[in-house]
């Protein structure tokens, strides 16, 4: 039986994780499962899945989840420690898919205790990929992209010489604004911001996916990832959202990657990797598809490209600062105190004053610092949201 353990199970990724291990129960021992206030699905999965342990993030809810699992002999337990904690259990194979720098600590632990990481927690990898990789060498571990573009990358790198990749080109759907007047963008509100037109995702990555700060993560993702060169790393809106990424080699040949928008499939593949399986997802009709759009990202539209490519060039703790302070402007936005608009606004004020102070430069990072930056970007950010909205 393979051990597993899913953090952030009750999200999005999570849901789609459940579903593709609770289709095979007698493969699989699942130790912890962690979520947040919905405890009523967090105690459904747990039990459904015979779990070992159910945590949530928030201790106000323990009381509340131990009673739901009273009986049935599954432990309980609350707060940010106690999901680190139970990344500390031995499992082979650990599903990060809790949403934001949170990711971290719990991806970290996994790492030391040797478990093989799949990674949806892209923000992990953007505020501290040095450390992830380093920490994953050191006890022999794999880290597994469940992005459905480094997926891609990854699939389509099988077998290749990675000296004859000339370039990687990941895709965007464009969010919910890609067709939007630009003069509009300012009015969008967190609802139309929060729908999208081809992924059914969790809040906060739909509301990235129409500013595009989730394909500038994805930019560093994919650097940090497969070691590309930032120059080699190219971004192309297509709208279908069925071409996820393409490999540019040297001969002029693409290899792309076509599959459906369904993130079972990138998740089935690190799950069951190195092997292919059948999955629950659709089987693409391409003639009834027809045709396959590729447009040029506006960067007026979509600033965030350019302050990944900043972010890359600053390296250091600049993913830490770029990450937190995204993180931070959106709470604002969805709070209704900035606009859409301003999330950019507010990310790059506060990248550039902390790189001016020297705040970026680390020789070898720890996760020390990287809490101190995130903390600091963090109070920054509101701070240049509470200036902005003033002047509104
Ligand atoms: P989601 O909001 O649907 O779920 C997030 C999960 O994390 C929930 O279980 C929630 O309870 C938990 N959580 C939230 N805040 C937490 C905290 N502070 N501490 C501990 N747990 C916390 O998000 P999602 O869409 O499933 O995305 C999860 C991760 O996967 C993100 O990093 C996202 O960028 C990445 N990702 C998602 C998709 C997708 O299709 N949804 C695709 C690619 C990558
Ligand atoms: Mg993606």
Redesign the pocket.
Known sequence: MKRVSI??????????TVDLIARAPEEYEVVAL?????IARLAEQAISLNAKLAV??FPEYKQDLAELLSGTGIEVAAG?MA?AEAAERPVDWVM?????A??LVPGLKALEQGATLAL????SLVCAGELLMRTARANKADVLP???EHSAVWQALVGEDISAVERVIITASGGAFRDWPLEDLPKATPEQASTHPN????????V?SASMF?KS?ELIETREFFGFDPRQIEVLVHPQSLVHALIGFNDGGLMAHVGPAD?RH?IGYALHYPHRRSLPVERLDLARIGKLEFREPSEARWPALRLAREVMAMRGLAGAVFNAAKERAMDSFLAREIRFTDMAVVVEEVLSAMEGENALKCDRMCLEDVIETDHVARMRAAEAAARINMDA
């Open positions: 953090f952030g199970s009750t999200g999005s990724i999570g849901e789609n962690s979520g947040g206030r919905n949530t993030c940010p999901i990060s898919a809790i949403v934001g949170a990711g949806a927690n892209k923000e469940v992005d459905s992924w059914d995702m969790g809040q906060r990555i739909t990235d989730n993560l993130m990138a």
